[in-house]
């Protein structure tokens, strides 16, 4: 689960890690008043989306030559034009792709007072099996430029979970960072307070791109990205809370329902799969014949009648979706669940787009009867490699 900005750096700051002050809005008519609350004379105006690159973004709906999504505000006044213009209007990033995202909220924020920016992020190395600190001097750029460009200038650093961050550790990380005097002295504080917020919170991802070192020599977080582990928000309530259903694709929340693992892509043959990797797989094949899939769909071992209808139903309300393939291999998941799912959903939704099924596993028989009974135009494939070309021929 992601969060806004604002949200990140309020959690950060429950842990002690050095933030501006800022206020959060959802209508221009509260900028004046949110501005004021600031010490100014400098402020910035942040559009709060679900996406990167917001800062060199543009809007829909404004001139070429208008500012992107984070706006520098010299006065009260700059800042509710600011607002004015950018709330409601749509913002398009490399992240977003073309259709963008619209901005229902902004972030006024107190202004800094800039030396250097620095990159620091938080996340689980599957290499080492361990939480690791990825930094680098080169804030303010795209990490993967930097690593393409000048990955000697990228350092990782692995923290011992029964250790936590120690005093090493925070001395490799300063080193890396180039932190003498007053940032030193706060980065030794502040890296174990980000790995005791990743670690308690249950973070997948923390980025701060920049931290800063500020003119007066101290450190402060300028922007924060922040993910959850979907899997243990139970655990976290206060959490929870903080999730924005605005900036979710709305088949996503849908799936979330019915524990369903489903990503929306943006090609057109809808997939249904039991698996992660078989689903990968699926997606590969279905590329290697030429398509694109529109969605990851992983209706899980245990899935039942309901759960295999509710993904049939997701799946054929992306408008995008020209064909269906769906990809059973059966081991704790029965083909008969599956075939039985399909129909219920075929004629509850009706079919208006070719579908191929392929079913492999147990009570695959029972399963085909079913599907070849039901009286559909349902298409029976042997195999995956089957499977793929059939539907990618149906699709055209």
Known sequence: MNIHEYQAKEVLKGFGAPVAKGVAITSADEAEAAAKQLPGPLYVVKSQIHAGGRGKGKFKELSPAAKGGVRLAKS??????????????????KQTGEAGKQVNRLYIEDGADIDRELYLSILVDRAVGKVA?????EGGM?????????????????????????ASDAEKLCDALKLGGPAKVDGMQLFPILYKAFTEKDMSLLEINPLIVMTDGHLRV??????????????????KALRDESEEDAKEIEASKYDLAY?????DIGCMVNGAGLAMATMDIIKL??????????VGGGANKEKVTAAFKIITADPNVKGILVNIFGGIMRCDVIAEGVVAAVKEVGLKVPLVVRLEGTNVDKGKAILNDSGLAITAADDLDDAAKKIVAAVG
């Open 76 to 93: 009260v006044e700059e800042v509710v034009t600011n607002a004015r213009e950018m709330l409601g209007n749509t913002l398009v990033t």
């Open 133 to 137: 600190f990825v930094v680098s001097t």
């Open 142 to 166: 795209d990490i993967e430029t930097v690593a393409h460009d000048t990955p000697e200038k990228i350092v990782t650093v692995a923290i011992d979970p029964t250790k936590g961050v120690t």
């Open 222 to 239: 300028l922007d924060a990205k922040v993910s959850f582990d979907g899997n243990a928000l139970f655990r976290h309530e206060d959490i």
């Open 263 to 267: 990503v929306a892509l943006d090609g």
């Open 289 to 298: 014949y030429g398509k694109e899939p529109a969605n990851f769909l992983d």
